[in-house]
C-alpha cells in the first residue's frame, strides 16, 4: 500500500535499534527522508547512513536542549511532517514498590515521559507553519495493563497515552495528528536481550529465562512475541494523512491479544 508519504521528512527518536530502527527502515522504504537520533548510532544504524537513506545522529534524549536541535536538523531536509518518539526504558522493579527511589522514579518519567513531550514542544510550530503533521508515539500496552513488577514504567505510559490524548484535542484543527502505538511484548533486546526483562525476572524467580519468555509467549492469544516491522508498519501508517488522516487521538494496541478490554 502507498501510504503516501514519499519525500516526506521524519524525525525518529530512539533509532538505534529494536522498534526504532525497524520504523526507521519502514519509513525509509515508504520513500521518506528519515532524520534518526539514538544515544549511540549503532552498527545498523550506521549502515542506513552510509547507504545514503537516512541522517544519523547521536543524541541523549534526556538532556533539554536537545529536543529543538533535532528539530532544526530535521527542518535542512525539508518541512517535518511526521515525528516518532521512541526512546524510551524498562526497568522490572524485583523489589517491589517500596524498592523504587525517588530517583528511579525520576528517571524513568525523564526517559519516558519528558523526552516526548520536549520533541512534541519542538516540532509544532514547525508542523503549523508547514500546514500539518503527525506525532506518533511509542507507548505500552503497560498503559492499561499497570503491573507492579514494572510500576514506574506502567505509570509513566499511562501519563503518556494521556498527555498524547489531551495534545490531540488541541492541535486538531492546525491540521496536526496526534496518536499512541502501544505493543505488548516484542522480540527486541529489551524484552529478549541480557539485562532485558526476561533475564532480569528470570534471575529474581530463580527461574530459567524461557520459562520466563514461555510464559509471556502463553499470555498472548496469537502464542508470540509482535516483531519490531509489524509495530513499525502500524507506527507508518499512523504517519500516513492519506490512510489515517481521520486518525487522532487514538491509542492503538497491538499486543497479540494480550489484553481484553472491549
Keep these: 500500500m502507498d501510504l503516501g508519504l514519499d519525500g516526506a521528512v521524519a524525525l525518529v527518536t530512539g533509532a538505534g535499534r529494536g522498534i526504532g530502527l525497524a520504523v526507521t527502515r519502514t519509513l525509509v522504504a515508504e ?5 534518526a537520533a539514538s544515544r549511540t548510532v549503532t552498527p545498523e544504524l550506521g549502515a542506513l547512513a552510509a547507504a545514503g537513506t537516512v541522517v544519523a545522529l547521536p543524541a541523549d534524549l534526556t538532556d533539554p ?4 536541535d533535532l528539530v532544526a536538523r530535521a527542518e535542512a531536509l525539508g518541512d517535518l511532517r511526521v515525528l516518532v518518539n521512541n526512546v524510551g526504558g524498562v526497568h522490572p522493579r524485583t523489589g517491589g514498590f ?3 527511589t525517588d530517583e528511579e522514579w525520576t528517571g524513568t518519567f525523564q526517559l519516558d515521559v519528558l523526552t516526548a513531550i520536549r520533541m512534541t514542544r519542538a516540532a509544532l510550530p514547525v508542523m503549523r507553519t508547514a500546514g500539518g503533521g503527525a506525532v506518533v508515539t511509542v507507548a505500552s500496552v503497560n498503559a492499561r495493563l499497570p503491573d507492579p513488577a514494572v510500576i514506574d514504567y506502567s505509570a509513566a505510559k499511562a501519563a503518556l497515552v494521556s498527555f498524547s490524548k489531551s495534545l490531540s484535542k488541541e492541535v486538531g484543527r492546525d491540521g496536526i495528528r496526534v496518536n499512541t502505538v502501544s505493543p505488548g511484548p516484542v522480540a527486541t533486546d529489551l524484552w529478549l536481550g541480557d539485562g532485558g526483562v526476561a533475564a532480569t525476572v528470570s534471575a529474581a ?4 529465562r524461557e520459562q ?6 502463553a499470555s498472548m492469544v ?3 512475541f509482535t516483531r519490531p516491522d509489524e509495530v513499525a508498519a502500524l507506527v507508518a501508517f499512523l504517519a500516513s494523512d492519506l490512510v489515517a488522516g ?8 497491538i499486543d497479540g491479544g494480550l489484553t481484553a478490554e472491549l
Design 31 to 35: 520513500g521518506a527522508r528519515v532524520l
Design 212 to 217: 520466563i519468555v514461555a510464559g509471556a509467549e
Design 98 to 100: 517500596a524498592s523504587v
Design 222 to 224: 496469537t502464542g508470540r
Design 65 to 68: 536542549s536537545v529536543a529543538e
Design 246 to 253: 481521520n486518525i487522532t487521538g487514538a491509542d492503538v494496541v
Design 205 to 208: 524467580a530463580g527461574a530459567a
